[in-house]
């Protein structure tokens, strides 16, 4: 499994890897419908082709791809009705200057929002561009200052922040909108991985690539809530993967009582399994369980548990 999973209705919505008879392998997006308990088919890629960081909103669906898996320099940005039709292309890798960075996307709506973090002239230049689906005119809507590329958008209503990645330390830094929820002044650099919920951030503090622990902004003040990486808040929630390296842990917490941090699951077995890649959708927590003794193909678990504050006691 090739990126989070997304809950929109009903309606599971991930990108995974089909094994071929051959033992090639291509990209794919599937839907499950929680009601019914079946699962079908969105997408399939071209034989061997990659599809990574699917995204999902009531009407679209948007993902990358790409055929050089070691490189991934012919990433190309697709759009599709949920409701079926052609894919779209929104843009390629191959149109720009050498990345600095893999491209990073989000999905709002029916806007879809991309970076360009490319070098021109031995100069890092970063865009951030977005699109009205499905033919809206493309807009940069940021632009980093020399020497810095824009990375992990997150959009969410009129507001959109994201990460600045810069050749000099400290490396990375939040910028964007602010809104009547939170304050960016708040966040001292390093800061990264940036996700906007209903009235407030939530980010991680450290660089990108290097251990940090996850925080969340709300209001004027910052609060942090513990270990962890790749926070994703939707509502008024937000959930992380707390990885150490004898433990796998999904937590949660809310941004009405940032003391509160629940542990939804916790795995001391690493040997073989992995807990990792949570989201949120619908009052739902999903996150994917990886038990690598499982051949190949078949390794990935999807766990759904409901989340509400009400789960905060005392």
Not at 68 to 91: E, F, K, N
Not at 153 to 164: G, I, K, N, T, W
Not at 245 to 273: H, K, M, Q, W, Y
Request: charged share 20%; glycine share 10%; hydrophobic share 40%.
């Amino acid at each position: 499994m090739d990126s989070r999973v997304h809950l929109v209705g009903r309606t599971l919505i991930w990108a995974s890897d089909e094994v071929l008879p051959d033992g090639q392998r291509r990209g794919q997006i599937l839907e499950h419908d929680l009601a019914t308990g079946t699962t079908r088919r969105l997408y399939t890629a071209a034989a061997r082709n990659a599809v990574q960081n699917v995204r999902a909103s009531a009407n679209w669906l948007v993902w990358y791809e790409f055929g050089a898996r070691s490189s991934a320099v012919d990433t190309r940005l697709y759009a599709m009705p949920r409701a079926g039709g052609a894919p779209l292309l929104i843009d390629d890798a191959r149109t720009h200057g050498q990345f600095v960075l893999p491209a990073d996307m989000t999905l709002a709506g029916d806007d879809v929002y991309w970076t360009v973090p490319e070098v021109l002239d031995g100069v890092w230049r970063g865009r951030l561009l977005r699109q009205r689906l499905p033919s809206g005119p493309q807009e940069v809507i940021a632009t980093a200052p020399p020497g810095a590329v824009i990375a992990w958008p997150s959009a969410s209503r009129s507001a959109v922040v994201y990460e600045l990645f810069s050749k000099d330390a400290p490396f990375t830094s939040v910028a964007g909108d602010n809104t009547p929820g939170y304050d960016l002044a708040v966040l001292v650099p390093p800061v990264s991985q940036p996700s906007l919920g209903d009235g407030f951030l939530a980010f991680k503090l450290g660089e990108r690539f290097k251990v940090g622990r996850v925080g969340i902004a709300v209001g004027a003040r910052a609060h942090e809530l513990g270990p962890g990486e790749h926070p994703e808040a939707q509502g008024r929630i937000v959930t992380w993967a707390a990885n150490t390296s004898t433990d796998s842990e999904i937590r949660v917490a809310f941004a009405d009582r940032p003391s509160c941090v629940l542990t939804v699951t916790r795995n001391r077995d690493l040997r073989g399994t992995h807990e990792f890649l949570p989201s949120l959708g619908e009052g739902r927590l999903l996150w994917v369980v990886r038990d690598t003794r499982r051949p190949v193909g078949d390794q990935d678990r999807i766990r759904v548990a409901p989340v509400a504050p009400g789960l905060c006691v005392g």
